[in-house]
């Protein structure tokens, strides 16, 4: 999704990068004004600002692929051609493109916003002018640790399955059975699901990392054994 100005004089490029999105109905190019990124992306550009939204992997034009839930290239990549394809949309428009580049994300979207980041400063001649990326999990070790060491109910904790289902599909270093995680029934429960898309169903687990999570898994995370 672009948001062009009605002002043509554009302050400057927003690359707007998406939280943790449930169905490919709320990825930008599909979405509509609400509480969502689309209608910040709206917010921006009224200010003047060019504002680009990308879609990533897995939703929008690509929606039959599982989306890579935050592996750093998965984001990095598909964001640079987004923002190539936003330079060269102002330049069939006969815009001047604006020097000033600021990426903004929250959640999922900050993870990846910083992930961007890195990838303009070591790979490209982008300079960013600021980013401002909000409560995404950094340091994937440390995040997961603390979350082990909880003995109460938690939010979020399909989500953070999911993540998990991805990591161990993508990294040959992990590549182990659900029952190796967490304990019986969820391991089954979740195993019946096959490749997972979004968040496990609370239904389908313990939301006390302490009651679902294996021993192995615990002890594995503590040592340091490993490593995301």
Known sequence: MLFLPQNKELKGIVFLQHSTIQSDEFAPSNSSIGLNEYTL????????????????????????KVHPYEIKNAYTFSSYDFLLAGHSFLEKQNLEIPKDLVLVGYSNGGYASLSFHQFLEKETEFTVKATYSSAGAYDKSAFSKNILIENQELNFMGT????????????????????????EPYASNIS????????????????????????????????GMIKI
């Not at 999911?162 to 992990?174: A, E, F, G, H, S």
């Open 41 to 64: 992306g709206a917010l921006y550009a009224a200010l003047g600002y060019l504002t680009l939204l990308p879609d990533h992997i897995g939703y929008g034009i690509s929606s039959d």
């Open 160 to 183: 953070y399955l999911w993540v998990l289902d991805v990591y161990n599909r993508r990294y040959t270093n992990l590549n182990r059975s659900w029952d190796n995680y967490i304990t």
């Open 192 to 223: 019946s699901l096959g490749a997972l898309e979004y968040s496990v169903p609370d239904s389908l687990l313990n939301r006390n990392p302490q009651l679902l999570s294996s021993l192995l898994l615990y002890q594995a995370f503590l040592m």
